[in-house]
């Protein structure tokens, strides 16, 4: 291809571009907003008032506040057993995938999804196939803060 | 003498053009659910089809439907001389193990959601080129064996756009014979690959309609003829958003097809049915043409119709290579 026509394609590209963009749907911001803060709100809203109960019965802030991690984990991988989640979330978006509970979606699901395969290929092999990317980051952020604490404090 | 019966610059015009004689679809329960749920041979009651897999499933929908389209033909399955198949998945699996299943000669192929065009025009050009009397052309999609190999697990909640499309859980197999009663293939277009650079894998209308528009403009000049011609002109699975990109191009193109243009992804569900854009998939193409669209043209209501099935090339590890979603669309003319 010579550059002319190089060029040509490009130029035809852009025009292309901008018809998707003008024809293309967005979606609605707003509505997703609302969705997401409700939701995402109600969860948290949800945690803090089993925290509030723990606390209130003698436990101490971070026991209650793993304990709760935990029934929150609990209760997502529940609702994804079951066929909820996944409708919350159409609907909620990031309302439901940030909180601990998204994570525990994520997880679920693909164990769900690749029993078919085996507890070692399937199960074992991608149970984190959408959550490994925030364990992987997770990990290498927590080394290196971890680092930066150890000479800070040297 | 080569290129005998090739016609312009991509289309091929069959001599004594092969007939379809029979056909068969069968469809998931939300298809059936839908506004042509009457029009299908067969309607699952639940997604596994007594299966234990979403993959065996689609496999055993595929096997039944070039079986049931034989059937109602009241032949064997040994009557087809070769089975031209195709599906979404990695390595054609439901093709190649329906195929195993039928121990027929199989030409396994694929065309993304092209497929089912495809294999009809390989079957006619077989057949009208004196190889084969009578062979079967089948495709097959399905909703969560495609959802999980190219988007997220089933049950992970993602939140779809406005341009998602939903995969129809639907198979369609057609009988194509050297002589007989029915619809005709008189003429097809093979497309060629186009890409114009579209990325986001929530939208294949935007990434398969320039295909699509290129093919039909290509068909129309190649045979002289204009969109008027045909009673129909049905796009595979562009859906809402593609059609009207679409729509546009043709506008660009000179050609107005409407009103006689729709298209297979926009009419086989209702919209309240939560699809946002519309179907797309093998299956869904190939089920609005063995379900409503050749019974409209046995009863006469259609008497010239084009099919440009559309497809988008899409791979997975491409896409995470940074590389754009090329389409491709076949197109097909049955005529009574």
């Not at chain 1, 909620?92 to 995938?97: D, H, P, R, Y």
């Not at chain 1, 029993?115 to 364990?135: C, D, H, M, N, Q």
């Not at chain 2, 679809?25 to 298809?31: C, D, F, L, W």
């Amino acid at each position: 291809m010579n550059v002319d026509a190089k060029q040509m394609k490009k130029i035809e590209m852009q025009e292309y571009q901008n018809l998707v963009d003008q024809i293309k749907p967005k979606p609605d911001i707003l509505k997703n907003s609302v969705w997401a803060f409700m939701v995402g709100g109600l969860i948290c809203g949800f945690a803090q008032v089993l925290v509030n109960y723990l606390l209130s019965l003698g436990m101490s802030r971070t026991d209650a506040g793993s304990a709760v991690s935990c029934i929150m984990i609990f209760l997502a991988a529940f609702f994804t057993g079951i066929g909820v989640y996944d409708e919350l979330g159409k609907r909620a978006g990031a309302g439901s995938i940030v909180p601990i509970t998204g994570f525990a979606n994520a997880i679920v699901a693909s164990a769900m999804e690749f029993k078919r395969e085996g507890y070692i290929f399937g199960v074992g092999a991608r149970i984190f196939s959408v959550a490994g990317p925030t364990l992987v980051f997770g990990f290498a952020v927590a080394v290196v803060v971890g680092l930066i604490k150890v000479f800070l404090s040297s | 003498m080569p290129g005998f019966k090739k016609k312009g610059s991509q289309t091929v015009v069959f001599e004594k053009a092969p007939v379809i004689t029979s056909w068969a679809s069968i469809v998931g329960p939300k298809e059936g659910e839908g506004p042509w749920g009457q029009e299908f041979d067969s309607v699952l009651g639940d997604y596994l089809y007594g299966e234990d897999t979403w993959e065996k499933a689609e496999k055993k929908m595929l096997r039944e439907a070039v079986k049931l389209s034989l059937d109602k033909r009241n032949l064997q399955v040994d009557d087809a001389e070769i089975i031209l198949a195709g599906d979404l998945l990695n390595q054609t699996v439901s093709s190649n193990y329906a195929a195993r299943e039928l121990a027929r000669p199989f030409l396994g192929l694929y065309g993304a959601c092209s497929t089912m065009a495809e294999a009809l025009l390989v079957g006619a050009m077989l057949v009208d080129g004196n190889f084969f009397n009578r062979l079967v052309s089948a495709t097959c999609s399905h909703h969560y064996a495609a959802s999980r190999q190219y988007r997220f697990p089933t049950e992970q909640g993602t939140q779809p756009t406005p341009s998602t499309q939903w995969t129809a859980t639907a198979a369609g197999a057609v009988v194509l014979e050297w002589a007989g009663v029915g619809p005709r293939i008189t003429a097809g277009t093979i497309g060629k690959v186009i890409d114009m650079g579209q990325s986001d894998a929530a939208d294949m209308g935007s990434a398969m309609a320039p295909a699509a528009a290129d093919t039909l403009k290509t068909h129309l000049n190649d045979l002289e003829r204009l969109p008027d011609y045909y009673d129909l002109i049905i796009t595979g699975d562009l859906a809402r958003v593609g059609m009207a990109i679409a729509e546009q191009l043709f506008i660009r193109d000179g050609l107005s097809p409407k009103p006689n243009y729709s298209d297979c992804g926009v009419l086989l569900y209702d919209e309240k049915q939560d699809v946002d854009a519309g179907g797309c998939g093998c299956g869904c193409s190939a089920a609005m043409l063995c379900g409503p669209l050749l019974k409209k043209m046995q009863k006469g209501e259609i008497n010239k119709m084009l099919l440009v099935a559309t497809g988008a090339l899409m791979s997975p590890t491409m896409a995470f290579q940074g590389e754009s979603i090329p389409g491709i669309a076949h197109a097909i003319a049955i005529e009574n």
